[in-house]
């Protein structure tokens, strides 16, 4: 399920570090690292078009020899190290990476000092997301924000410790339930199982329906949980009433989670036009890594 993984960078800071955390795949199966790096032709000055070769072949050379010490890095874990340099659109060229490598899994998640990730309308992550239709996994490194080393090294030995699985019974939630699965050799200790209702439209029901609401998502979180635990997860469940968007980063930072699995939309969606507000705003805001599914 996570044999060849694409691993976006631009060299940040904190890019190594990243790449040591992604090793942690091995555990489920992961084989080759495709590091990848875009250059954006309007990051090439205007030259005359014989010259902007050369800088473009120099560049690329430069580049090259800049991946090395993550290609020692993957080499030395037994995984198999692949590079390549594009020039052209960012989203675009990633995704035709993707495609031309066949990998199972993108790693993408830009730093920004003092906060995690990135502006998600309009960026690079968003696009590949909304455009992909590859799983997505968006670190969260504790040292961009300054973190001590040792919070640093256990977030890196720990990446799949504790996962937070949100569902709200779509099928879209139903696949990253599988995929949550094929995480079970990577040394899962508990899954937190979790279904906040809607308080916007609970208020719409009356006592008795928003009773019988209740009673059926509970029925569900408890199935949830004995198949799980019959996989050999340790499960468990929690259902709450509020907004979705807020609580389950919330939830995730009460349960300090190591690893959020959810699905880029849920119910009411419109087909090919945006991935869910849900999603979306738990990938920015939440200092938990995500790993992103698309149905």
Request: net charge neutral.
């Amino acid at each position: 399920m996570y044999r060849k993984i694409l691993y976006l960078t631009a060299f940040e800071e904190f890019y190594l570090d990243i790449l040591a955390c992604i090793l942690n795949f091995k555990k489920v199966g992961a084989e080759e690292i495709v590091l990848v790096h875009v250059i954006h032709p309007t990051k090439l000055p205007m030259l005359q078009e014989s010259l902007i070769f050369k800088l473009e072949d120099d560049l690329r050379a430069f580049l090259d020899a800049k991946m090395e010490d993550a290609v020692g890095i993957i080499e030395e874990a037994g995984m198999k190290a692949i590079k390549r340099i594009e020039t052209g659109e960012p989203y675009l060229e990633i995704l035709k990476v993707a495609k031309e490598e066949n990998v199972s899994l993108i790693v993408s998640g830009r730093e920004r000092r003092g906060t995690f990730g990135e502006i998600f309308v309009g960026s690079l992550t968003d696009k590949i997301v909304r455009y992909g239709t590859i799983p997505v996994y968006i670190p969260k490194y504790p040292g961009v924000i300054g973190a001590d080393k040792k919070t640093c090294e256990r977030f890196s030995q720990g990446l799949f410790t504790r996962i937070l699985y949100p569902t709200d019974w779509s099928d879209c939630a139903k696949t990253a339930l599988r995929y949550l699965k094929g995480l079970k050799e990577a040394g899962v200790e508990e899954v937190i199982v979790a279904h906040i209702m809607d308080e916007k439209a609970m208020k719409l029901q009356s006592p008795e329906q928003f009773k019988e609401f209740q009673r059926i998502d509970f029925e569900k979180l408890a199935q949830l949980k004995d198949e799980l635990e019959s996989k050999g997860f340790k499960t468990n469940i929690r259902l709450s009433l509020g907004n979705p968007r807020a609580d389950l980063i919330t939830v995730a930072k009460k349960e300090d989670v190591s690893l959020i699995v959810l699905c880029t939309h849920g119910k009411g969606r419109v087909e090919g036009i945006l991935w869910g507000s849900v999603s979306r705003n738990v990938a920015e805001y939440s200092d938990r890594p995500v790993l992103l599914v698309k149905g």
